[in-house]
């Protein structure tokens, strides 16, 4: 999470294979080390030979554990412990109980939960006795991270997603059974067969409120705009381009939703399209616009807890609370998170809101939007 030490606190140990993904253990380290946690790497003799132990010690600050010594370092306390990359050899070797290196020792022995990131090739990782391994570590409660299948191999899983997946580990998870509805980015509107009408939306706020809403437990269905931004691979996404679309996703799973996100910024109006290319040397040309479906509209009677976003533009922030109080009353809406977009939020990583209730009001400064998230997300759920 940008800008936050969301792991402060947290002692973590990184356990390295003798994989060739072992070259991208510095990262998550280091990565682990931005977040606030204290990291001590654990490796193999295998894994010595791909990186060396220097490099774990300058990724983590802290000498690694090469060998097991009368100083029991396997019987350290650890909040949580990362195997990352896992060969197929090490997860056998854990199945099976052995207990035969510094990795394998500190499995064997932690009391804490333990996460196991395979990496490898496709054809080892689809043996059925490497499967059935794998399933001997989930029924002892450990958690695999799923590798990537690309160029003939189950990759290691992609910085993200191993860290997303410590993060959720050691996060609360007060949504718990909880189903969230969310919706995301811009809207497009067709013109002709070529052109439409967008907005700058990158959905990167949306994007953020559903990886906010999965680390807490919920089950999360976001429902995105055309966008270039990345989705976490955990997260259930449909895609959708106008405001028609997005209406009738919204209509579909508002149903099953404890709670529903309006974060789109969905477009106010949609054009009455040409079925052929409009001609640009045709002079001018007269656009025919009209109101584009409300998805607040359509959810104003629903059980869920409901939030919208209220955007506007060069306002004062007297015009800007005023407004989002009318969509609050107008809409039915539990909590609304109002912006002035004019201060470049467009395509960054940063928001400044105001959450606007019926108890109130709570200005956050400019912060990432990962923050604005976690924050949107404390006021639903107490809701």
Do not use: W
Not at 94 to 111: E, Q, R
Not at 287 to 295: E, F, G, Q, S, T
Not at 320 to 336: P, Q, T
């Amino acid at each position: 999470m940008e800008g936050s030490k969301i792991l402060e606190g947290r002692r973590l140990a990184l356990c390295v294979t003798g994989s060739v993904a072992a070259i991208e253990s510095p990262k998550i380290a280091r990565e682990l080390v931005r977040l606030g946690a204290e990291v001590t790497a654990y490796m193999t003799p295998d894994s010595s030979g791909i990186i060396t132990p220097d490099v774990m010690e300058f990724a983590t600050g802290r000498p690694p554990v090469t060998r097991l010594t009368g100083k029991l370092e396997h019987l350290e306390n650890f909040d949580l412990v990362l195997v990352a990359p896992a060969t197929a050899n090490t997860i056998a070797k854990i199945a099976c109980g052995l207990a035969d290196n510094a990795v394998t020792a500190l499995v064997f022995s932690t009391k804490a939960k333990v996460l196991v990131a395979p990496g490898m090739q496709a054809d080892m990782y689809s043996n059925p006795i490497l499967k059935e391994n794998m399933e001997k570590l989930r029924r002892c409660g450990m958690v695999l991270i799923e590798p990537r299948m690309e160029e003939g191999k189950a990759k290691l899983a992609s910085l993200e997603a191993i860290v997303d997946a410590v993060i959720s580990a050691l996060y609360k998870k007060d949504l718990t059974g909880k189903r969230v509805l969310v919706t995301a980015g811009p809207t497009q509107e067709p013109l002709d067969p070529v052109r439409v009408i967008t907005n700058r939306s990158s959905g990167k706020m949306g994007i953020a409120l559903a990886r906010e809403a999965s680390l807490r437990g919920a089950e999360v269905k976001l429902v995105l705009g055309p966008t270039p931004e990345a989705v976490p691979d955990y997260i259930e996404v449909e895609r959708v381009e106008t405001a028609g679309e997005m209406l009738e996703v919204v209509k579909r799973e508002i149903g099953r939703a404890h709670y529903f996100i309006s974060a789109a910024a969905i477009a106010d109006f949609t054009a009455e399209a040409r079925e052929e290319k409009m001609d640009s040397r045709g002079g001018e040309i007269t656009i025919r616009l009209r109101p584009a479906p409300k998805v607040l509209e359509a959810v104003r009677d629903s059980g869920a807890v409901k939030c919208g976003f209220k955007a506007l533009h060069g306002v004062s922030e007297q015009e800007l609370l005023d407004a989002a109080r009318d969509l609050l009353e107008e809409s039915g809406l539990d909590l609304v998170v109002a912006n002035d977009v004019s201060g470049g939020v467009f395509g960054s990583d940063e928001n400044e809101v105001y959450l606007v209730d019926r108890k109130g009001v709570e200005h956050l400064p400019r912060m990432p939007k990962t923050r604005v998230a976690a924050a949107v997300l404390d006021r639903l759920q107490e809701m």
